[in-house]
C-alpha cells in the first residue's frame, strides 16, 4: 500500500512539474510574436484492483496541446490579407494622388500664364518681347508635362521594384514552411500524443506573412504537414516541396511585369489580379490606376500639342510665313511608331503604327489588334468591345477613335497580335519646336467686312484656313475686291455669289449656289476643294432692306504686323471644349484627373480603415482564444505550486510508513 502510495505521489509531482513547466513557458512568450498558448492535458491513471476495489495510482500528463481555434485563425489570416491589400493601394493612391496635385497645380499655372501671353501677343502682336515671354511659358508648360511624366516612370520603377521583393519574400516564406513540413513529418504522426507545438507556432506565423502579400489558403494531413496554396488556388508548397514565385518581363511591354510560379518541372504564369494581399494591389495600381492616370496626362499634352499646332497653322507670322508648329508633331514617324507594341511571338514581318486624326474623339484606353488569318480584329482592352477593321494590304484603317491604325511595311502572320496606346509618349516627348518668338503666327490672313448697308443678322466668317500664304495671295492678286453678296430669293431660301468687285456681275462669278436661311453654308476658296485655301460660312438670315436686296461682304488681305487675330483665335483654344469627345477645356480636363485620383486615394483610405478594424477584431477574437493571460497563468502557477507542494507531502508519507514497517519488522 505504501508502495502504491509513493508512486501516486511522484506521478503527482512528475504532472504539477510539467504543468508549471508549461505554464512557464506561457508566461515567458507573452510577448512573442506568433506564440499559441499551450496546455497540459492531464488524466488519471488506471486504478488497481485491490479487495474488490479499484484504488487510484496517480496521474500522468497525456499531452501539451496549443489552444488553436482553427476558425479564428482562418478569420485572421483572410483579414491580414485584406488589409495587406488595402493599406498597400492606399499608400501607393495617395502617393499618386500627391505627384498629381503637385504637378497638376503646375501644369494649370503654366497653361494659364502662356494663355496670358498669347492674350497681351492679340493686344500687341508687334511686340517681341511678348512674343519671347510666349514661348518661354510654352516650354515651362512642355517641361511641367515631361517632369510629370518622369514621375510617372519612377512610380512604375519603384512599383516593380517592390513586387519583385514581395516575389523573392514569397519565395523564402515557401522555404521556410517546407523545411518546418519537413520536420513535423520527422516527429512522426500528430494524431499521437506529443506535437512540436513551437514548430507549428512558426510555421503558422510563417502563413501570416505570406498572407500580408497573398491571399492563403490551407490544408494539413493526418501527418501533419501543411500545403499552402495562394491566390486562385496555385500551390505554393506542396508537403515539403517548395515552389518559388519570380518576375518575368512582360510582353509587349517588358515594363509591365509579370509573375509565375517555378517548380523543378517547369514554370506556370500566376494571374496577378486573384492573387490577393499586398503583391495584387502592386499590380492594380501599376496596371490600372498609374496607367489611366499616364494615359490621361498623355491625352491632354496630345491635345494641347495639335490644337497649338493647328491653331499656329491658320496664321501668318512676322515674316508672313505659314504658322510653324509650336511643339512636337503628334504624328511625327517616331510618335506614331512608338504607339505600337509587337508581341515576342509574332512570327509575321508587319511593322505598324498609329496616326492620330481628331485629338477630341482619342480615349485613354489600350487596344490590341490581332490578325486571325483573315482580317485585323481590334479589341478594346478596357470594356472588351470588337472591332474588325478589315483584311490586311489596305494600309490605312479608320478605327472611330480618332485615330487609324497603318502598315507601314512586312505583312502579318497568322495570330500575330499588337497592343496599341493611341496617347503613348506624348508628355514624354512634347517639346517646343520654335526658336524665335517671330515665328509665332499672330496675323490673320483674310478679313471679312460687312457693308456699311446690311441690316440683317448674316455673318460671313472664315473658318478654316488650310494655306494662309496661299489664302493671302488669292485675296491680294486677281481678286483684291473679292465680294461675297447674299439675298433671299424665296421664302427662307438665299442665293450667294462670290465674285471680283473689279469684274462684278454679269461677268463670271467665281462661286455661286443657294442655301437654307439659319442652317451655315461652307464654301471653299478657291472654290476647287482641291486647291482651297480657306474656308467662308456664311451664317445667320442675311436678308436685306426690301425685296431682293442684298447684304455685302468684302474679303480683303489681313496681314500685318499690328494684325492679331489669329493670336486671338489661339487665345481662345483655353475656352474650347477639346477634350474627352470635345467635353472638356484643358484645364477642366486636368482637373477632372487629379480630382479622380484624389477620389479614388481617399475611397483607398477608408477601405483601408474598414480593412484595418476589421483585422483588429479578427485578431483579438483569435488573441482571446490562442493568446496568453498573465493573470490566468498567475494563477495556474499558484494552482500546480500548491499541488507540486502537496504531492512532495504523499511522498514524504508514503516514505514515513515504509520506515515504519521497516522498523517494526
Do not use: C, W
Not at 473 to 491: I, K, W
Not at 551 to 556: A, K, P, V
Amino acid at each position: 500500500m505504501s508502495i502504491n502510495l509513493y508512486q501516486t505521489g511522484v506521478s503527482g509531482l512528475l504532472a504539477a512539474q510539467q504543468q508549471l513547466a508549461t505554464v512557464g513557458h506561457n508566461i515567458a512568450n507573452v510577448n512573442t510574436e506568433g506564440y499559441t498558448r499551450q496546455r497540459a492535458e492531464q488524466g488519471a491513471m488506471l486504478g488497481n484492483v485491490n479487495g474488490g476495489n479499484y484504488i487510484g495510482s496517480g496521474t500522468y500528463v497525456q499531452d501539451i496541446t496549443r489552444i488553436y481555434d482553427q476558425f479564428s485563425h482562418k478569420e485572421q489570416l483572410l483579414s491580414q490579407s485584406n488589409l495587406g491589400n488595402a493599406d498597400s493601394l492606399s499608400i501607393q493612391l495617395n502617393q499618386l494622388n500627391e505627384i498629381m496635385t503637385f504637378s497638376g497645380d503646375a501644369i494649370s499655372g503654366s497653361i494659364d500664364r502662356f494663355y496670358q501671353a498669347m492674350n497681351g501677343i492679340a493686344d500687341n502682336p508687334s511686340d517681341l518681347g511678348l512674343r519671347s515671354i510666349a514661348l518661354s511659358q510654352a516650354e515651362i508648360l512642355a517641361s511641367d508635362f515631361n517632369t510629370l511624366n518622369a514621375n510617372f516612370d519612377q512610380l512604375e520603377k519603384s512599383t516593380n521594384g517592390e513586387i519583385e521583393q514581395m516575389a523573392s519574400k514569397i519565395s523564402q516564406i515557401s522555404l521556410e514552411i517546407a523545411k518546418i513540413n519537413e520536420q513535423v513529418l520527422q516527429n512522426g504522426n500528430l494524431t499521437v500524443a506529443g506535437q512540436p507545438n513551437d514548430l507549428l507556432d512558426k510555421r503558422d506565423q510563417l502563413v501570416g506573412q505570406l498572407g500580408e502579400y497573398t491571399s492563403v489558403n490551407t490544408i494539413q494531413d493526418t501527418h501533419g504537414v501543411m500545403t499552402v496554396m495562394i491566390g486562385n488556388g496555385s500551390t505554393l508548397v506542396a508537403g515539403i516541396t517548395p515552389l518559388t514565385v519570380s518576375v518575368q518581363s512582360g510582353d509587349p511591354d517588358p515594363l509591365q511585369t509579370k509573375l509565375q510560379l517555378n517548380s523543378a518541372n517547369g514554370k506556370v504564369a500566376l494571374d496577378g489580379s486573384k492573387l490577393g494581399g499586398a503583391i495584387a494591389a502592386k499590380l492594380e495600381y501599376r496596371d490600372e490606376h498609374l496607367v489611366k492616370a499616364r494615359s490621361e496626362i498623355n491625352r491632354l499634352a496630345m491635345a494641347i500639342s495639335e490644337t497649338l499646332n493647328q491653331a499656329q497653322s491658320q496664321g501668318l507670322d512676322l515674316d508672313a510665313q505659314t504658322g510653324r508648329d509650336l511643339f512636337t508633331d503628334i504624328n511625327g514617324s517616331d510618335m506614331q511608331a512608338s504607339r505600337v507594341l509587337d508581341f515576342s511571338a509574332n512570327t509575321g514581318s508587319l511593322s505598324a503604327s498609329v496616326n492620330i486624326t481628331d485629338v477630341s474623339l482619342v480615349p485613354t484606353d489600350e487596344f490590341e489588334v490581332k490578325f486571325d488569318g483573315t482580317d485585323y480584329i481590334m479589341t478594346n482592352k478596357n470594356d472588351g468591345t470588337i472591332s474588325n477593321l478589315g483584311a490586311p494590304g489596305a494600309g490605312t484603317y479608320a478605327t472611330g477613335f480618332g485615330f487609324e491604325f497603318n502598315e507601314n511595311s512586312g505583312a502579318p502572320a497568322t495570330e500575330d497580335r499588337f497592343t496599341l496606346r493611341p496617347t503613348e509618349n506624348s508628355a514624354a516627348l512634347m517639346k517646343v519646336t520654335l526658336t524665335d518668338g517671330k515665328s509665332i503666327a499672330a496675323s490673320g490672313t483674310v478679313d471679312v467686312n460687312a457693308s456699311a448697308n446690311n441690316v440683317s443678322d448674316g455673318a460671313v466668317n472664315i473658318i478654316n484656313v488650310t494655306d494662309p500664304e496661299a489664302a493671302r495671295a488669292y485675296t491680294e492678286g486677281t481678286n483684291s475686291q473679292l465680294t461675297v453678296d447674299v439675298y433671299e430669293s424665296g421664302a427662307g431660301t438665299f442665293e450667294y455669289r462670290v465674285y471680283d468687285a473689279a469684274n462684278p456681275p454679269p461677268s463670271p462669278v467665281l462661286d455661286s449656289g443657294t442655301f437654307t436661311g439659319g442652317v451655315p453654308k461652307v464654301i471653299n476658296m478657291p472654290p476647287s476643294p482641291a486647291t482651297a485655301a480657306f474656308q467662308i460660312e456664311i451664317s445667320g438670315t442675311p436678308t436685306g432692306q426690301g425685296a431682293l436686296a442684298r447684304e455685302e461682304f468684302t474679303l480683303s488681305d489681313a496681314f500685318g504686323p499690328g494684325n492679331g487675330r489669329n493670336a486671338s483665335f489661339i487665345a481662345a483654344t483655353q475656352e474650347q471644349a477639346i477634350v474627352g469627345n470635345s467635353t472638356q477645356t484643358f484645364s477642366q480636363g486636368l482637373a477632372v484627373t487629379t480630382a479622380d485620383i484624389g477620389s479614388k486615394a481617399s475611397s483607398a483610405q477608408l477601405v483601408a480603415g474598414t480593412a484595418e478594424a476589421l483585422f483588429t477584431q479578427a485578431y483579438n477574437r483569435n488573441q482571446s482564444t490562442s493568446g496568453v493571460n498573465l493573470d490566468e497563468e498567475a494563477a495556474n502557477m499558484i494552482k500546480f505550486q500548491q499541488a507540486y507542494q502537496a504531492s512532495s507531502r504523499i511522498i514524504s508519507v508514503a516514505n514515513t510508513i515504509f520506515d515504519t514497517l521497516l522498523a517494526a519488522v
